[in-house]
């Protein structure tokens, strides 16, 4: 396993060591005592979600404020531009945010830390995302900051309008959103 950090130290590209042959191919998508090495303190997953979704469909960009989620994501079918903001009012990174391609082809995962807001647009015809969560989904916990917000200047490298749920289209901005201290 290979760990990459990114522009914003606590998130982490993960790339497994990819075993393939003219059969296909084996890799390890997680290991505890590696990946607890690598981020450096102890992290204990709870749950794990699976979502579809189609072309255009940008999801996010979520977090929970009561009971933060650090999640790791990746992709088994299609592509993705992942994007975490840190949203940590105290953090030297606050208001900035990572983007990196997650795909079936490229197996890379992305460790977004408790204090972030999370989203993606789907690249491909469709995308299988996957993605552990530290702690239990809380639905009044759960807050949505607007993916356009003009203040993150996110480069979603939208071509088209994205297609979005009612509440990712409502989100707030994120000079008016909860935030972490």
């Given amino acids: 396993m290979n760990v990459q950090p990114t522009k914003i130290p606590e998130v982490f590209i993960v790339e497994p060591q990819v075993f393939g042959d003219d059969r296909g191919f084996f890799y390890e998508s997680f290991n505890h005592k590696k990946f607890e090495s690598s981020v ?10 699976h979502s579809r979704s189609v072309k255009g ?3 996010g960009l979520h977090y929970q404020i009561g009971k933060p989620q650090g999640k790791l994501v990746r992709v088994v079918s299609g592509s993705v531009l992942d994007v975490a903001v840190d949203i940590r009012r105290s953090s030297p990174f606050f208001g900035q945010w990572v983007s990196v391609e997650l795909s079936a082809e490229n197996k890379r995962q992305l460790w977004v830390p408790e204090g972030f807001a999370h989203g993606f647009l789907v690249l491909s015809e469709a995308a299988e995302f996957l993605y552990k969560t530290t702690d239990y989904y809380d639905q009044p916990s759960e807050r949505c900051i607007l993916w356009s917000d003009a203040d993150l200047m996110i480069d979603w490298n939208c071509v088209e309008s994205p297609i979005l749920s009612a509440k990712d289209a409502s989100g707030t901005s994120l000079s008016n959103a909860e935030l972490f201290e």
Avoid: I, T
């Fill in 57 to 59: 469909v940008l999801r």
């Fill in 40 to 49: 450096g303190r102890p992290v204990n997953f709870v749950q794990d979600n």
